[in-house]
């Protein structure tokens, strides 16, 4: 039976509909038609995924701006340094960086504090305290009223407590602390409301680039913030940084607000040809789901607890590296702030191009039928975990050879972008309506290697020493490939029973009626 909505549910295969337009399966068992695929270059789906690009990369620049600058904030990484000279420096200086004794000296009035490392984990991890908290009722609501407004206000919000670091920091490192956890409480709401857009935007077969693109801007917020923060402490003074993210956040909020919609049957400046395309390839997954939900099957699902138990093992990695590399490249390989920042941030430059091209790829996989989406989701997972955990632990075995640590950690990162079409966009494989409640859940348990990740890295490097730092890489890697070996596993890319719609439990009904009646 042909539904209005260009979904058949439950025929039997063909490779025409009664209209005579073809028909492809997807991984529930549901035949779509294949109609003609509007333009991609300026799109309304492709610019919203480009405004996400950019706001994501505004959304990194205020998490990681700290680690850059705690260097400059501290007036020495350790107010009580260790007798013992080779405690103190692990590995050389870098040739050709001589014997500077204080590297990272402000300009003229700009404070120093004297936070020991187990202080400078603290606050490090203090911004995952509040973003733990807002996840889930983020992907709730955003699902229930649409995430435009949410996404906004958690952006600008975060950017305008972002201004008030320099303030919060002369109070003192406990209101510091504080801060740090609001700006988490305000930017928890991001991520689950583009989950929840793009359950409403996003055409099963072009998911995995559109997604991609618009998440992969954190890993380009990050590849910018990081060095850009370690010029202006040293041109203008860490504050400036605050100052200067904080204000790009407020500026890309007025676009935000001008521009999207939470809908692509609201949208303004849309095509009826794009409009049209889009909602019949989603079909009623595409709307809100109400204010009921099927918590205590989503409870007893597998293929969520998949989700959630690799995306906690992934966090511990990429939340170490995120907040700790610029303290290892200061401690440890002893480069200068403007060294430390561009190092830093070198490895998501590879993450955020790798990232792009897998999703156009895995969509393609897809769209050729090459594999199942269960398989794509699987595979990326496995290529970005696998090789990704090998770098990590080789940067144990290369000793102080700057050169090839800075590779290795590279490389890690670079090939960890793999993993963006796979296992992080799976919530709007297995249930597309409910996909922002569901990254709530996820990104609420994956945050919690965000508040440890730091303390543990604080706790294991207090005393600056290369075995310190080879526990952090050796668990780093085993945590991360542990939960892609869960993954692959029990996780799925097909759409689970508690996620069909009643319209298409009539409609399956009704083909079920229609085939024993004839």
Known sequence: MQRPNGYSINSAPSEESEDGEPLIENDAGVFVVIVAVPPRCCSARFNLAFLMFLGFSVVYGLRVNLSVAMVAMVNTTDPRPAQNSSVIRACPLPAGSGNTSNPFLQPEGIPQYPWDSETQGWLLGAFFFGYLCTQIPGGYLSGHYGGSIFLGLGVLGTAALTLLTPLATRMGSYWLFALRALEGFGEG???PSMMSMWARWAPPMERSRLMTLSGCGGNFGAFVALPLTGYICQTLGWPAVFYLCGGAGCLWAVFWFIF?????RTHRRISKEERDYIINSIGSQGTGHGWSLPLLPMLLSVPLWAIIVTQMCSNFSYYTLLTSLPTYMDNILHFDLKSNGFLSALPYLGAWLFSMLSGVVADSLIERKVFSTTVVRKLFTLVGVLPSAVFLVAVNYVGCSHILTVTFLTLSTTIGGVTAPG???NHIDIAPRYAGFLLGITN???????????????????DHTLAGWSKVFWLAAGVNVFGALVYTIFGSGKLQPWAVTGEERAEDEKDRSGSIST
């Open 423 to 425: 296992v992080y966009i």
């Open 189 to 191: 709401v991001t991520y």
């Open 444 to 462: 609420t348990f994956g945050t919690i290697p965000g508040v440890l990740a730091p303390i543990v890295t604080g706790y294991f490097t207090e």
């Open 260 to 264: 999207v919609s939470d809908d692509p």
